[in-house]
């Protein structure tokens, strides 16, 4: 067992960790932060997504021992400080961009690295960018969509099934 | 997984020292060998990361040769590669963003997979290999499928590419991986041209020798136009024969040769 001190959400954290402890078990079995899923266990579907001194990575193909001294971002740091739903989370819900909700952690953490690199993305882009992140549900329309409108942009083009 | 030690250095020395007790392995980007840790393919009793080593990352470009440090990532090639930008263009389409923010160039060339992109790269440019021993050439580097001329404990510290006239990669996508089902590496030097094709043989990575001389002679992509190659020892497997490989590697080489810039 190591020490691991890393800041989550804006609070420090320190840990004793295994050499394999995964991000996404010290995360949702240390932490209790549980909005990081595991979908696949195998980095094929990003519902692990978070953020390590700013960069989207797969929690779950990462060793927590490897976060010492990092600036860590999950879903449960995205919300307004009052509580309310940031602009990409609320456009998601606005433009039903997802159902049964398991993909969305991933999908807003890898919506939010896009829009910080690239504020207004073409659709083309967004698919792109979107392509570590599976959705079993929506079709990816509406995702699509909720990110044109996070940023800003005219939603009526992407077609709407 | 099967329990290990992790340590963490902050100097190749220390990287080379650690490496040395039994059973070490390095673990970089993690993004191949977390997987295989995973499935049990693995047992080290000591991961040695790489990630905190800041003297194996970036990259930089002196005398028409781009150096690349064995720990920086795809995403850092794919954006500040761009003296190069064949190469930044293959680290960008690695993958995907997550992929490319902890994958890295030594980690993907130690490696070896029979259908990853750098090696296509290294070859197909005819790179240096720098380890913390030595300099081996890519030609002499990449032994086939998943072997390398890497001894034990032995670390990638740097690739050095030397920056072609013109070169381009292009890479059919297995589409539920995103590896390449087929990738061709083509780049233009003064003193001739090299193509590397990767994802295609049982043998990996491999050079295709009658391309690189109608090409040296022509750079166009009618050049390679009666040239097959053989379907032989191609890999077959349900995402495309044998012959459809063979067929996909004089595609992918034309479209390359297209392509570059
Ligand atoms: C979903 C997904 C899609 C991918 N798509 C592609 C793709 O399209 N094309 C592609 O090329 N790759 C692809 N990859 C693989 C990716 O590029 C890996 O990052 C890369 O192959 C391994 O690099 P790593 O830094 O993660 O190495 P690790 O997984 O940390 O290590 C891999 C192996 O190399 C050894 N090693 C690591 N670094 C060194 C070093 N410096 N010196 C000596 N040995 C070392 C390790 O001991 C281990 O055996 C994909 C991976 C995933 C998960
Ligand atoms: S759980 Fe991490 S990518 Fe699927
Ligand atoms: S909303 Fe169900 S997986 Fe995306």
């Known amino acids: 067992m190591t020490d691991v001190t890393m800041t989550v959400n804006g609070k420090p954290v320190t840990r004793s960790v295994r050499g394999n402890t995964l991000m996404t078990e010290f995360l949702r079995e240390e932490l209790r932060l549980t909005g990081t899923h595991v979908g696949c266990d195998t980095s094929q579907c990003g519902a692990c997504v978070i953020h390590v001194n700013g960069a989207d990575v797969k929690a779950c193909t990462m060793f927590a021992a490897e976060a010492e001294g990092a600036e860590v971002t999950t879903i449960e740091g995205m919300a307004n400080a009052d509580g309310s739903l940031n602009v990409i989370q609320q456009a998601f819900q606005d433009h039903h961009g997802l159902q049964c909700g398991f993909c969305t952690p991933g999908m807003v953490m890898t919506a939010a690295a896009l829009l910080r690199d690239n504020p207004r993305p073409t659709e083309h882009e967004i698919r792109d960018y979107l392509e570590g992140n599976i959705c079993r549900c929506t079709g990816y329309h509406n995702i699509v969509k909720a990110i044109m409108a996070a940023s800003g942009q005219d939603v009526s083009a992407i077609a709407a099934e | ?226 040239l097959s190659v053989p379907a032989d020892n191609m890999i077959a497997d349900l995402h495309g024969s044998a012959a459809y490989r063979a067929h996909l590697v004089g595609v992918m080489t034309k479209r390359a040769v297209a392509a570059a810039d």
């Open chain 2, 1 to 226: 997984m099967y329990s290990f030690d992790m340590v963490r250095p902050t100097s190749v020395a220390d990287a080379v020292a650690a490496l040395g007790q039994e059973d070490a392995q390095a673990l970089s980007g993690g993004q191949t060998l977390i997987p295989t840790l995973k499935q049990r393919l693995a047992m080290p009793s000591v991961l040695v990361s790489l990630s905190g080593i800041d003297e194996l990352k970036g990259l930089s470009v002196s005398d028409g040769v781009m150096e690349i440090k064995g720990a920086t990532t795809h995403a850092t090639v794919a954006r500040e590669g761009g003296d190069y930008p064949g190469l930044a263009a293959l680290a960008a389409n690695i993958g995907d963003p997550a992929v490319r923010n902890r994958g890295t160039i030594g980690g993907s060339i130690a490696n070896n997979d029979p259908s990853a992109c750098y090696p296509a790269a290294a070859l197909g440019s005819g790179a240096t290999i720098v380890t913390n021993t030595r300099e081996i050439a890519a030609d002499e580097f990449f032994q086939g499928m998943f072997t390398t001329a890497l001894e034990e404990g032995e670390i990638v510290t740097a690739v050095r590419f030397p920056i072609p006239e013109k070169a381009a990669y292009m890479k059919f996508e297995q589409p539920a991986s995103r590896f390449a089902l087929v990738g061709v590496f083509v780049a233009k030097y003064a003193d001739g041209v090299r193509v590397a094709v990767t994802g295609a043989s049982n043998d990996g990575v491999h050079r295709w020798s009658a391309a690189e001389e109608a090409l040296s002679a022509n750079f166009a992509p009618d050049a390679v136009e009666g």
